[in-house]
């Protein structure tokens, strides 16, 4: 079974770093793609980034370009997502997906998800 199990949100201030993890069982991050989204109250899920062995790293909004870097370690099977320089508008739920092979920037094409992790960035 493929698990996708997020950690490392919070409650931060403004201009703070957290780093998300996206622990991964019965995935192979050789072979697959994870992608980072969030989703804020109201507003619909948007791609982050994504990191893949074919594409390597694809990033997608302009927002976060600079401030958010993905990588992988593929010894724990695990997928960070380092965040610097926060702002309020970067409050939402955060989570990981994955999906076979290549990155998309389509929720709907992702397989499996985590739970999400709240982040919280206070001004």
């Known amino acids: 079974d493929v698990q996708l199990v997020e950690s490392g949100g919070g409650l931060v201030q403004t201009g703070g770093s957290l780093r998300l993890s996206c622990t991964t069982s019965g995935v192979t991050l050789d072979e697959d793609a994870i992608g980072w989204f969030r989703q804020a109250p109201g507003k619909e899920r948007e791609a982050l980034s994504c990191?893949?062995?074919?594409?390597?790293?694809?990033n997608y909004q302009d927002s976060v370009k600079g401030r958010f870097t993905i990588s992988t370690d593929n010894a724990k099977n695990t997928v960070y997502l380092q965040m610097n320089s926060l702002k309020p508008e970067d409050t939402a739920i955060y989570y990981c997906a994955v999906r076979r092979r290549r990155c998309v920037q389509v929720p709907d094409y992702f397989n499996a998800w985590g739970q999400g992790t709240q982040v919280t960035v206070s001004s």
């Open positions: 990191i893949s062995k074919i594409d390597g790293v694809l």
